[in-house]
Each structure stands twice: as C-alpha cells, then as structure tokens.
C-alpha cells in the first residue's frame, strides 16, 4: 500500500471460529463434474438478535442441511 501510515494498517480485524453442523461434521467431496474455473463458492453468515434467535437458527439450519446438500448433489 502507497498511503502514509499515520493510524496503523487496520481500521478493523475480525476473528471468527466455524463450527460444522451436526449432520455435516466433517467436509465431503461434492460430486460435481464442471470444471473448477465454473464453480462458485459462497460462505454465509448469519448474525441475530439474541442468543435464543440464534440456537433456533442452527437447529434449523441442523434438520435441513443434510436434506439440502442431498438434493443438490453437494
């Protein structure tokens, strides 16, 4: 970077810790037959008001998971 470093390089740094879903510990190979250059990949976050919002959030993240990457060959 060209910018004179008056306040440090970082405005803000960020740490985040993942956890696997319970019907998905661990990474599977997809059985897609494209070529790598013609995927996407794409890492949601979800943020929620309250704790209690957010365990909701990953019970149904939980139940739906394993049916969503079945049916779409993921």
């Given at each position: 970077m060209?910018?004179p470093?008056?306040?440090?390089?970082y405005?803000?740094?960020?740490?985040?810790?993942?956890?696997?879903?319970?019907?998905?510990?661990?990474l599977?190979?997809?059985?897609?037959?494209n070529?790598k250059t013609?995927r996407?990949?794409?890492?949601r976050?979800?943020?929620?008001?309250t704790?209690?919002?957010?365990?909701?959030?990953v019970?149904?993240?939980n139940?739906?998971v394993?049916?969503?990457?079945?049916?779409?060959?993921?």
């Amino acid at each position: 970077m060209n910018a004179p470093n008056k306040a440090g390089v970082y405005d803000r740094m960020e740490t985040v810790l993942m956890k696997a879903f319970e019907n998905a510990p661990v990474l599977q190979k997809p059985g897609l037959t494209n070529t790598k250059t013609d995927r996407v990949y794409e890492l949601r976050s979800y943020e929620s008001g309250t704790e209690k919002l957010a365990r909701n959030k990953v019970q149904m993240f939980n139940k739906a998971v394993k049916w969503i990457f079945s049916k779409t060959g993921i």
